[in-house]
């Protein structure tokens, strides 16, 4: 069982990424998705999650930039991420809950898998 994460990189403000998780050893279907991201000094928090009907949550610091959606048929699940800004800085993180809902989106402990994360540095 194990989450990958990619897509991350250095990237000017104001710039795009989109971060990719990719399942292997099990089925993201009856999985709800959340990122993460923990930036030095700072506790890891939530920024999205999507469920596994597709309902969608996101911390207010990322609504309107971020979108999270997901590919069952790629095992996948992808957040792109718009108009970055400095403080956007992290690793980010993917984590999957096998209760299927985004109710505890900030909860370390509702999650069951966690990715190694990849480092988003928004810089000029």
């Known amino acids: 069982v194990q989450l990958v994460e990619s897509g991350g990189g250095l990237v000017q403000p104001g710039g795009s990424l989109r971060l990719t998780c990719v399942a292997t050893g099990f089925t993201l279907d009856y999985y709800a998705i959340g990122w993460f991201r923990q930036a030095p000094r700072k506790a890891r928090e939530g920024v999205s999650c999507?469920?596994?009907?597709?309902?969608?949550d996101y911390w207010d610091s990322v609504k309107g930039r971020f979108t999270i959606s997901r590919d069952n048929a790629k095992n996948t699940v992808y957040l792109h991420m718009d108009s970055l800004k400095p403080e956007d800085t992290a690793v980010y993180y993917c984590?999957?809950?096998?209760?299927?809902?985004?109710?505890?989106?900030?909860?370390?402990?509702?999650?069951?898998?966690w990715g190694q994360g990849t480092l988003v540095t928004v810089s000029s």
């Open positions: 999507i469920s596994t009907g597709g309902s969608t």
């Open positions: 984590a999957a809950s096998s209760r299927g809902l985004c109710d505890g989106m900030n909860d370390r402990d509702w999650y069951n898998y």
